[in-house]
Protein backbone atom coordinates (compact mmCIF):
# COMPACT_ATOMS: atom_id res chain seq x y z
CA UNK A 1 0.00 0.00 0.00
CA UNK A 2 1.40 3.37 -0.67
CA UNK A 3 1.27 5.79 2.21
CA UNK A 4 -0.06 9.44 2.82
CA UNK A 5 1.93 11.58 4.83
CA UNK A 6 2.97 15.28 5.16
CA UNK A 7 6.18 16.02 7.08
CA UNK A 8 3.46 19.10 9.23
CA UNK A 9 2.39 15.77 11.23
CA UNK A 10 6.00 15.91 12.76
CA UNK A 11 4.97 19.50 14.16
CA UNK A 12 2.14 18.25 16.57
CA UNK A 13 4.20 18.23 19.51
CA UNK A 14 4.21 18.51 23.53
CA UNK A 15 7.44 17.46 25.61
CA UNK A 16 7.16 14.68 27.35
CA UNK A 17 3.91 12.95 25.87
CA UNK A 18 3.70 9.89 24.48
CA UNK A 19 1.78 10.91 21.21
CA UNK A 20 4.85 12.26 20.37
CA UNK A 21 6.62 12.39 16.25
CA UNK A 22 9.51 9.53 17.92
CA UNK A 23 6.57 7.41 17.20
CA UNK A 24 7.22 7.49 13.61
CA UNK A 25 11.23 7.36 14.07
CA UNK A 26 11.53 4.33 12.71
CA UNK A 27 9.66 4.22 9.92
CA UNK A 28 11.81 5.44 6.22
CA UNK A 29 9.85 8.35 5.25
CA UNK A 30 11.10 8.70 1.86
CA UNK A 31 8.25 7.56 -0.85
CA UNK A 32 4.92 9.06 -0.11
CA UNK A 33 1.81 10.83 -1.00
CA UNK A 34 0.71 14.21 0.30
CA UNK A 35 -2.67 15.05 1.61
CA UNK A 36 -4.63 18.54 1.06
CA UNK A 37 -5.79 20.36 4.38
CA UNK A 38 -9.77 19.44 4.67
CA UNK A 39 -11.61 21.80 6.52
CA UNK A 40 -15.07 20.55 4.53
CA UNK A 41 -14.52 17.71 5.59
CA UNK A 42 -13.76 18.50 9.33
CA UNK A 43 -17.19 20.81 9.12
CA UNK A 44 -19.27 17.98 8.50
CA UNK A 45 -17.83 16.10 10.77
CA UNK A 46 -17.47 18.44 13.73
CA UNK A 47 -19.36 21.16 15.66
CA UNK A 48 -18.54 24.50 15.54
CA UNK A 49 -18.21 25.64 18.58
CA UNK A 50 -15.61 22.71 18.91
CA UNK A 51 -13.69 23.56 15.71
CA UNK A 52 -13.55 27.39 16.99
CA UNK A 53 -12.14 26.20 20.01
CA UNK A 54 -9.23 24.22 18.49
CA UNK A 55 -8.80 27.04 15.52
CA UNK A 56 -8.10 29.60 18.37
CA UNK A 57 -6.51 27.59 21.36
CA UNK A 58 -2.03 28.34 20.57
CA UNK A 59 -1.02 25.90 23.19
CA UNK A 60 -3.06 23.96 26.09
CA UNK A 61 -4.97 21.46 26.67
CA UNK A 62 -8.34 19.98 25.16
CA UNK A 63 -8.71 17.43 27.95
CA UNK A 64 -6.24 16.26 30.52
CA UNK A 65 -4.60 13.92 28.06
CA UNK A 66 -4.84 15.51 24.87
CA UNK A 67 -2.99 18.67 24.13
CA UNK A 68 -3.04 21.59 20.93
CA UNK A 69 0.29 23.02 20.05
CA UNK A 70 1.08 26.01 17.53
CA UNK A 71 1.35 23.84 14.81
CA UNK A 72 -1.74 21.56 15.55
CA UNK A 73 -4.38 23.03 14.22
CA UNK A 74 -2.77 22.46 10.52
CA UNK A 75 -1.85 18.76 10.94
CA UNK A 76 -5.25 18.28 11.99
CA UNK A 77 -6.67 19.28 8.82
CA UNK A 78 -4.03 17.33 6.99
CA UNK A 79 -4.58 14.02 8.87
CA UNK A 80 -8.43 14.36 8.08
CA UNK A 81 -7.34 15.45 4.36
CA UNK A 82 -4.83 12.56 4.52
CA UNK A 83 -7.47 9.73 5.97
CA UNK A 84 -9.58 10.94 2.37
CA UNK A 85 -6.52 10.78 -0.01
CA UNK A 86 -6.03 7.13 1.45
CA UNK A 87 -9.47 6.34 0.26
CA UNK A 88 -8.61 7.74 -2.94
CA UNK A 89 -5.39 5.66 -3.59
CA UNK A 90 -6.37 2.54 -1.85
CA UNK A 91 -3.65 3.59 0.54
CA UNK A 92 -2.48 4.31 4.62
CA UNK A 93 -2.43 7.18 6.41
CA UNK A 94 0.18 7.63 8.63
CA UNK A 95 -1.09 10.59 10.14
CA UNK A 96 -0.82 12.59 13.42
CA UNK A 97 -2.52 13.56 15.68
CA UNK A 98 -5.00 10.20 15.91
CA UNK A 99 -8.72 10.12 15.55
CA UNK A 100 -10.96 7.76 16.73
CA UNK A 101 -11.98 9.08 20.44
CA UNK A 102 -12.81 12.36 18.81
CA UNK A 103 -16.75 12.81 18.98
CA UNK A 104 -18.71 15.21 17.11
CA UNK A 105 -17.90 17.79 19.73
CA UNK A 106 -14.70 17.16 21.70
CA UNK A 107 -11.71 15.67 21.25
CA UNK A 108 -9.62 13.38 24.23
CA UNK A 109 -7.73 10.72 24.11
CA UNK A 110 -4.62 12.26 22.15
CA UNK A 111 -7.57 12.67 19.10
CA UNK A 112 -8.33 16.43 17.98
CA UNK A 113 -10.88 15.28 14.54
CA UNK A 114 -11.94 11.83 13.89
CA UNK A 115 -9.84 11.31 10.27
CA UNK A 116 -11.66 7.97 9.81
CA UNK A 117 -15.11 8.84 10.61
CA UNK A 118 -14.51 12.06 8.25
CA UNK A 119 -13.79 9.94 5.53
CA UNK A 120 -16.60 7.53 6.35
CA UNK A 121 -19.79 9.98 6.55
CA UNK A 122 -18.64 11.69 3.46
CA UNK A 123 -18.51 8.15 1.59
CA UNK A 124 -21.93 7.34 3.49
CA UNK A 125 -23.04 11.00 2.12
CA UNK A 126 -22.12 9.65 -1.41
CA UNK A 127 -24.80 6.56 -1.14
CA UNK A 128 -21.67 4.18 -0.37
CA UNK A 129 -21.68 1.55 2.20
CA UNK A 130 -18.61 1.70 4.46
CA UNK A 131 -17.36 -0.76 7.04
CA UNK A 132 -14.63 0.17 9.73
CA UNK A 133 -12.39 -1.95 10.87
CA UNK A 134 -10.81 -0.93 14.52
CA UNK A 135 -7.82 -3.17 15.81
CA UNK A 136 -6.21 -0.41 18.77
CA UNK A 137 -6.28 -1.40 22.19
CA UNK A 138 -8.61 1.17 22.43
CA UNK A 139 -12.57 1.61 21.80
CA UNK A 140 -12.85 4.24 19.29
CA UNK A 141 -15.76 6.08 21.19
CA UNK A 142 -15.17 9.12 19.02
CA UNK A 143 -15.96 6.56 15.93
CA UNK A 144 -18.95 4.98 17.38
CA UNK A 145 -20.05 8.24 18.67
CA UNK A 146 -19.94 9.97 14.91
CA UNK A 147 -21.36 6.79 12.97
CA UNK A 148 -23.78 4.99 15.31
CA UNK A 149 -27.64 4.53 13.57
CA UNK A 150 -25.49 5.38 10.22
CA UNK A 151 -27.11 2.63 7.87
CA UNK A 152 -24.22 2.51 5.35
CA UNK A 153 -21.73 2.35 8.08
CA UNK A 154 -21.03 -0.52 10.19
CA UNK A 155 -18.16 -0.70 12.77
CA UNK A 156 -16.21 -3.40 13.95
CA UNK A 157 -13.70 -2.74 17.31
CA UNK A 158 -11.69 -5.18 19.32
CA UNK A 159 -10.35 -3.42 22.54
CA UNK A 160 -8.95 -4.37 25.95
CA UNK A 161 -11.62 -3.43 28.54
CA UNK A 162 -11.41 -2.51 31.45
CA UNK A 163 -9.40 0.39 29.74
CA UNK A 164 -9.68 3.73 28.52
CA UNK A 165 -11.80 5.23 27.65
CA UNK A 166 -14.72 2.62 29.09
CA UNK A 167 -16.85 2.65 26.31
CA UNK A 168 -17.78 -0.41 23.56
CA UNK A 169 -18.63 -2.92 26.26
CA UNK A 170 -21.17 -4.33 24.23
CA UNK A 171 -22.77 -4.51 20.38
CA UNK A 172 -24.64 -1.17 20.09
CA UNK A 173 -27.08 -0.97 16.72
CA UNK A 174 -24.49 -0.71 13.99
CA UNK A 175 -21.62 -1.10 16.14
CA UNK A 176 -19.81 -4.39 16.38
CA UNK A 177 -17.68 -4.24 19.62
CA UNK A 178 -15.49 -7.20 20.99
CA UNK A 179 -13.84 -5.96 24.61
CA UNK A 180 -11.40 -8.20 25.20
CA UNK A 181 -9.53 -8.77 28.82
CA UNK A 182 -5.99 -7.75 29.22
CA UNK A 183 -3.55 -10.31 27.79
CA UNK A 184 -5.69 -11.22 24.87
CA UNK A 185 -3.74 -12.44 22.08
CA UNK A 186 -4.07 -13.79 18.35
CA UNK A 187 -6.60 -16.29 20.08
CA UNK A 188 -8.82 -14.14 21.20
CA UNK A 189 -8.33 -11.67 18.13
CA UNK A 190 -9.58 -14.33 15.87
CA UNK A 191 -12.54 -15.49 18.02
CA UNK A 192 -14.41 -12.11 17.49
CA UNK A 193 -13.68 -11.59 13.88
CA UNK A 194 -14.95 -15.19 13.06
CA UNK A 195 -18.39 -13.79 14.76
CA UNK A 196 -18.07 -10.34 12.87
CA UNK A 197 -17.32 -12.17 9.59
CA UNK A 198 -20.74 -12.82 8.33
CA UNK A 199 -21.99 -9.89 9.57
CA UNK A 200 -19.44 -8.08 6.95
CA UNK A 201 -20.19 -10.56 4.52
CA UNK A 202 -23.86 -9.40 4.48
CA UNK A 203 -23.22 -5.95 4.56
CA UNK A 204 -21.22 -5.89 1.54
CA UNK A 205 -19.23 -3.00 2.04
CA UNK A 206 -18.37 -0.99 -1.17
CA UNK A 207 -15.36 0.41 1.00
CA UNK A 208 -13.40 -0.54 3.65
CA UNK A 209 -11.56 1.78 6.15
CA UNK A 210 -9.03 0.37 8.64
CA UNK A 211 -8.27 1.59 12.00
CA UNK A 212 -5.37 0.46 12.98
CA UNK A 213 -3.91 0.99 16.14
CA UNK A 214 -0.05 -0.76 17.08
CA UNK A 215 -0.98 -0.63 20.69
CA UNK A 216 -2.58 -4.08 20.56
CA UNK A 217 0.46 -5.35 19.00
CA UNK A 218 2.58 -7.46 21.03
CA UNK A 219 5.54 -5.10 21.58
CA UNK A 220 3.74 -2.35 23.01
CA UNK A 221 2.60 -4.99 25.36
CA UNK A 222 3.41 -3.67 29.31
CA UNK A 223 3.63 -0.49 28.91
CA UNK A 224 0.14 1.38 28.28
CA UNK A 225 -1.79 -1.69 26.99
CA UNK A 226 -1.88 -5.13 27.45
CA UNK A 227 -3.14 -6.78 24.71
CA UNK A 228 -0.73 -9.47 22.79
CA UNK A 229 -1.86 -9.47 18.88
CA UNK A 230 1.21 -10.21 16.44
CA UNK A 231 1.22 -8.84 13.03
CA UNK A 232 -1.54 -11.87 12.02
CA UNK A 233 -4.78 -9.93 12.73
CA UNK A 234 -3.39 -7.00 10.77
CA UNK A 235 -2.50 -9.28 8.11
CA UNK A 236 -6.05 -10.89 7.90
CA UNK A 237 -8.08 -7.25 7.64
CA UNK A 238 -4.99 -6.11 5.21
CA UNK A 239 -5.78 -8.71 2.83
CA UNK A 240 -9.24 -7.95 2.51
CA UNK A 241 -7.94 -5.26 -0.26
CA UNK A 242 -7.72 -8.16 -2.26
CA UNK A 243 -11.73 -8.03 -2.47
CA UNK A 244 -12.72 -4.52 -1.41
CA UNK A 245 -11.65 -1.00 -1.89
CA UNK A 246 -9.63 -0.43 1.04
CA UNK A 247 -7.59 2.42 3.02
CA UNK A 248 -6.02 2.57 6.31
CA UNK A 249 -5.22 5.25 9.09
CA UNK A 250 -3.19 5.33 12.29
CA UNK A 251 -4.32 5.03 15.67
CA UNK A 252 -2.61 4.44 18.30
CA UNK A 253 1.25 2.60 19.20
CA UNK A 254 3.17 4.02 21.14
CA UNK A 255 6.30 1.74 20.75
CA UNK A 256 8.34 3.06 17.50
CA UNK A 257 8.97 -0.41 17.03
CA UNK A 258 5.59 -1.40 16.31
CA UNK A 259 4.60 1.74 14.42
CA UNK A 260 7.58 0.27 12.08
CA UNK A 261 6.81 -3.53 11.95
CA UNK A 262 2.75 -2.45 11.07
CA UNK A 263 3.75 0.47 8.54
CA UNK A 264 6.74 -2.50 6.68
CA UNK A 265 3.54 -4.41 6.85
CA UNK A 266 1.43 -2.19 5.33
CA UNK A 267 3.59 -1.43 2.32
CA UNK A 268 3.79 -4.93 1.46
CA UNK A 269 0.64 -5.69 1.54
CA UNK A 270 -2.13 -4.44 -1.20
CA UNK A 271 -2.19 -2.52 -4.72
ZN1 LIG B 1 -5.07 3.14 21.44
Not at 133 to 160: C, E, K, P, R
Not at 180 to 207: A, I, Q, Y
Not at 240 to 249: A, N, S, T
Request: hydrophobic fraction near 35%; include cysteine.
Amino acid sequence: MKIVFHPTFLDHKMPGHPESPERLSLVKLEDYIEPEPRIDLVEKTHSPDYIQRVKTMKEGWIDPDTYVCGKTWKASLLAVGAAWKAYEVNGFALVRPPGHHATRDKGMGFCIFNNIAATALELARQGKKIAILDLDAHHGNGTQDLVLGNDNVIYFSTHQSPGYPGTGLRPEGNCFNFPLPPGSGDGDFFKSWNKFSPVLEEFDPDVIGLSLGFDSYFKDYGWLTYLKFSLKPYKTVLSLGERYHLFGVLEGGYNPESIKDGVDLIMNMGP
